[in-house]
């Protein structure tokens, strides 16, 4: 990649599942599982480390989002339990699973582009590779 790639853009590249270095190749090759590489620019992923904060955050955003519905609808409406079990439980799964995902794809462009972990070192590299071309041209 010739130019640098901002950190809002790598953010959403990862958020919509690609590459935060090209915005092409697949972030993931299974449901959580974030590829060794880039197909189309072969950048290096095995540094990330997003653990259990895409987890974090889906459960934060989806609380956030659930729990004052479910008051709502409850304050004004009254509904037994069984329909609030049968709206908010699928409501709630559905969205965080749904989350999941571009959550993780979106912390690792994150890290990706701050340069975290072993990500510091193909930083370094691209952009050692960038200047070169740069004094080329």
Not at 37 to 63: K, M, N, S
Request: glycine letters at 8%; hydrophobic letters at 45%.
């Amino acid at each position: 990649m010739n130019e640098a790639v901002s950190l809002p853009k790598a953010m959403w590249r990862g958020f919509t599942m690609k590459c935060p270095n090209c915005g092409r190749g697949h972030l993931f090759g299974r449901f959580l599982k974030v590829v060794d590489h880039c197909e189309v620019c072969h950048e290096d992923y095995t540094p990330q480390r997003a653990d259990d904060f895409p987890a974090y955050l889906v459960i934060v955003v989806v609380g956030h989002i659930v729990v004052p519905a479910l008051l709502w609808l409850e304050m004004n409406y009254a509904p037994p339990a069984w329909l609030q079990l049968a709206i908010w439980l699928p409501v709630t799964l559905f969205s965080a699973l749904g989350l999941l995902q571009p959550t993780k794809g979106a912390i690792v462009g994150l890290q990706w582009q701050l340069g975290m972990e072993g990500f510091a070192v193909t930083r370094r590299r691209a952009a050692t590779v960038r200047v070169g071309r740069t004094r080329e041209a």
